[in-house]
Nanobody, 127 residues
Framework: QVQLVESGGGSVQAGGSLILSCAAS????????MAWFRQAPGKEREGVAQ???????SYAEYVKGRFTISKDNAKNTLYLQMNSLKPEDTAMYYC?????????????????????WGQGTQVTVSS
């Protein structure tokens, strides 16, 4: 049974930092593309960043230069380092797995193939 469990969310002031983690119970974890999506109230779920099985990363324009996605295959754990946080980064952040990365990184494309999701962790950035 696939299980993705996010942690590390919280409340922070604008300009601050947070590190999100996602512990995965997923057979052949290292072979999957892993990604972070987010969803703010009243808005659609949007892609944040993804990391392929070979370590190649890609980012949404609105987080590029501020967020860093990484993974530890030995620990089956995905990370998202978030710096210079802005109030518009406030959202529920979800960890997700898919056999291959999605281009573009959109919810529509990501869910067009078998995919797995965690329950999410809330990030709130105050001005």
């Amino acid at each position: 049974q696939v299980q993705l469990v996010e942690s590390g969310g919280g409340s922070v002031q604008a300009g601050g930092s947070l590190i999100l983690s996602c512990a995965a119970s997923l057979y052949a974890y290292s072979s999957y593309c892993m990604a972070w999506f987010r969803q703010a109230p009243g808005k659609e779920r949007e892609g944040v960043a993804q990391i392929a099985s070979d370590g190649t990363t890609s980012y949404a324009e609105y987080v590029k230069g501020r967020f860093t996605i990484s993974k530890d295959n030995a620990k089956n754990t995905l990370y998202l380092q978030m710096n210079s946080l802005k109030p518009e980064d406030t959202a529920m952040y979800y960890c997700t797995a898919r056999r291959y990365c999605s281009v573009p990184l959109t919810y529509l494309y990501w869910t067009s193939a078998t995919n797995y999701w965690g329950q999410g962790t809330q990030v709130t950035v105050s001005s």
